[in-house]
């Protein structure tokens, strides 16, 4: 855990005269660690590493550059969401009631729709099918599911939100701007399923009212152990 | 004189302005190395008052211009949400209460945020009649009517903001703040949209996300809020060409995965109707 609060505080270092707001990021990347047994942040060190020769010789996926690397690290995660939701949808949790199946499978298919979008926009720029691991989730526990599936709902609105200056298309930035809302719409139902009310409490939203923003490498980073293909994001706009 | 030139005037008189606009003073650094212009002609416009008649013909055409737009927008919904929390017996005590006090401090902390990044430059807050002369008489007096209307202002606050991500482009400060909002408001939508639902009757069937035009059980009233949420296309690409988990998208599926944006005009059009004229 040394090594993963060393990270944090590296990832922060810059904020970290801005004690609440700081907090307040770091907090939120406790609660994403959190529903995921702490790893994360582990395991992207020992990515990182990966980041070197391999990668290089191109045995990771390789999002290209420029507004396409944002569209890919888009399409990577709407593929993490769409996997993990069919799993939702496949494997119902004990309990689940006919109000949560309807709104977890409508999640399911705009998060396969938003990945077969940037499947068939980003045509031959496209990266492969990612393959994924749900080994820390537990299908039939209801906290476990809604857990994570928080955890990737305000992760993907925080990636949309911090990657938007990035673009410089418009059009795909206002892809982007269509895309974003519809996540943040999830993150709120899924929130209130776990507790009605929280749809956007003091965990994601500051005192300003606004909601989180991450950069690329720290989205990255939190979804990397979900994620068993290799990735090449060496030319992948960032901050 | 540009952005960084109107940003150092008010940071001299407010230390505290680049905090406040950003965490990160690099970020700042950053926002004037893209070099958002903003030429000193456009700052009278920004003084006078937004929703004349006349400029609800135009658009924003500035950064400064769509931070008044959003400020306008936001007051509208900070005094419609402090109205209605303010009104004894119009919302029931306990969840629904609370959460609509929750998104009036959003709504009333997008208000100071855009003020104070706006400084002297910020436009004053117009006079509201929420009844939209007298369309909406009962919208203090009953909560089914309260509600509805807050889902329409939410939904078309998802979508005004969404409008402008053109003139913000490459903004890191702006576009990431505004940004920051735009999911804000979108989640307070979809909360919005789950207690209409749990109230039954027109809304009874209410999703939290959009489908189609106009799925809102309020009727033709608010139409133009929902315009163009039908729209299937995306980037080129029709969504009900693609295939899902079962078979081809639904236009029902494939217009709630995506939101549309508003024109500032059609927005303005909505808006103008609960202000003074």
Redesign the interface.
Known sequence: MKETNALKDQLYA??SD?TS??LQRRNFLKLAGGGLAGVALLNFASCAKDDGPDDMNGSGLYFGSGDIAILNYAYALEQLEAAFY?EV?NKPFSGMTDLEKQ?LT?V???E???R??FK??LGRGAINSLEFDFSAVNFSSRDSVLGTAKVFEDLG?SA???A??L??D??????A?????????????IR?LIS??S???SEV?D???????NSPTAVLQAAAPFIKSKVDVRDLPTY | MNLQNIFESISQVDPEFN??IS??R?AIRNMFNIGQKVSLAALPFALSALFNKAYGQSAPTDVNGVLNYALTLEYLEAEYYTLGSNRVGLIPSG?AA??IR??R??????V??LKGVLGSNAVAKPNFDFTAGGAFANVFSDYDTFLALAQAFEDTG?RA??GQ??IL????VV???A?????????????VR?MRRARGGAAANQ???ITGANDSGIGAAVDPVYAGEDNLE????N?TT????SGR?TPA??T??????LTAPAVLDIATLFIEA
């Open positions: 810059e904020e801005h707001k700081g069919i949808a709104l409508d399911r298919d705009h396969v729709a938003h077969e979008f068939a926009a609105v949309y939100n911090g938007g200056w673009i410089k418009e059009q795909y930035l206002l892809l701007g269509k895309i974003v809302s519809v996540e943040a719409r999830h993150a709120a139902v209130d009605n009310g749809f956007a409490n939203i005192g300003n009212g606004l909601d989180v923003s | 905090e406040r965490p990160r690099q969840a609370e959460a929750t998104i401090d959003h709504e009333i902390a997008h100071e945020f998802v903001y969404k991500a053109g482009k490459g903004n890191r576009l990431t703040a940004l920051q909002i735009h999911s804000v408001e979108a989640r307070h939508a979809a909360h789950s999703k939290p996300w995306q980037g080129g690409v969504i693609l295939t899902g988990v998208f599926i494939a709630q995965s995506f939101d549309e944006p």
